[in-house]
């Protein structure tokens, strides 16, 4: 059998920070990143495909703050699944294209994928994601009255929305997709780390405002597809040492044991880079064979070894 990978996309690849986000950008990022990933359908994996949504996302919260006394708001998991639907509409259709061109016969889908929670997870009462649009404290303090948000003030003078980000539990749909993928199908799944649900009192699904972190999520998919490698694709070449700081190191590859050492030591930031180095450990430790963090431009150099960050049992 093929190889399977599971390849997790940051959504600013898709809406870098410093550009509009118009959905002709957001097109165009798109085809740039199908790209890279055309490299592991030359190689031959069986691909699973997750993305992350946070610009997205913040974007459909604030059309509904400018929209709300006109039309009636969306809870935040219904935006997650918006976003999921859209992303997934634009790698599937970018990437439908690409093998078309090149005369491969293999089919892409999407799957709307709902994450299960715990509904008692310690972050649905002490929310620390922050999400959406940056605001002065008297205007986030008053849309917090007005919205029912909790509000924090994330930088100096800068306040944002934040909500639970809840430890992913089980991935519905997980069969299907490792089915499919197996089959050689390339599947875009669990999109945004998925919709937050949990199991309500009458053993029926319901949703939650929240977020659930897609890399963590992405690592919850691949051991559920019985992934070889789990590929996390973010903004950055490789992971560092000391990042930003004058000492600053790059790691061309970390074992199991100095990927836990390095994060006991506080060199991967619980915002940023820390939840991948958890990602990658929660993979490796459940039949994964190796890990790789490296940014969109940096696949192919990866691929040969000699760019990006390898995770090795």
């Known amino acids: 059998m093929n190889k399977s990978i599971i390849i997790a996309l940051g959504g600013n690849a898709l809406s870098p920070k410093e550009e509009a986000g118009t959905i002709y950008q957001q097109f165009a990022h798109t085809r740039e990143s199908i790209d890279n990933i055309m490299h592991f359908v030359d190689l031959e994996y069986n691909i699973c495909l997750t993305h992350g949504n946070g610009p997205q996302v913040g974007d459909e919260l604030y059309r509904m703050e400018l929209t709300h006394e006109i039309i009636p708001p969306l809870p935040l998991g219904v935006c997650v699944a918006e976003t999921q639907g859209s992303i997934g509409y634009m790698i599937q259709q970018s ?40 605001y002065d404290k008297v205007e986030a303090q ?9 509000v924090k003030e994330q930088e100096p003078g800068s306040w944002r929305q934040v909500v639970p980000s809840p430890m992913p539990q089980f ?24 919709i937050p649900t949990f199991w309500n009192d009458d053993r029926k699904l319901e949703g939650l405002n929240a977020v659930v972190d897609k890399d963590l999520s992405a690592a919850l998919l691949g051991r559920v597809i019985k992934a070889n490698e789990l590929w996390i694709i973010t903004d950055l ?43 990658a450990l929660y993979f490796l430790n459940h039949h994964g064979e190796k890990v790789v963090i490296t940014s969109i431009a940096g696949v192919l150099g990866a691929i040969s070894g000699s760019a990006g960050t390898s995770i090795i049992k």
């Not at 008053?142 to 909790?150: D, E, G, H």
């Not at 991935?171 to 089915?179: A, C, K």
């Not at 074992?255 to 390095?262: F, G, L, M, S, V």
């Open 95 to 134: 990437l439908q294209n690409v093998l078309k061109q090149k005369k491969i016969d293999r089919e892409v889908v999407t799957l709307i994928t709902q994450t299960i929670v715990d509904k008692n997870d310690p972050t649905i009462n002490d929310p620390q994601k922050f999400i959406g649009r940056r």
């Open 171 to 194: 991935i519905e749909h997980g069969r299907s997709i490792q089915t499919l993928v197996d089959s050689g199908t390339i599947v875009i799944a669990s999109g945004g780390g998925g």
């Open 237 to 279: 070449d490789q992971v560092c040492l000391n990042f930003g700081k004058p000492n600053e190191k790059p790691l061309f590859e970390m074992t199991i044991d100095q990927a836990k050492k390095y994060l006991n030591e506080g060199h991967f930031q619980a915002g940023s880079m820390g939840p991948k180095i958890e990602s």
């Open 142 to 150: 008053s849309l917090a009255r007005q919205f029912n948000w909790t």
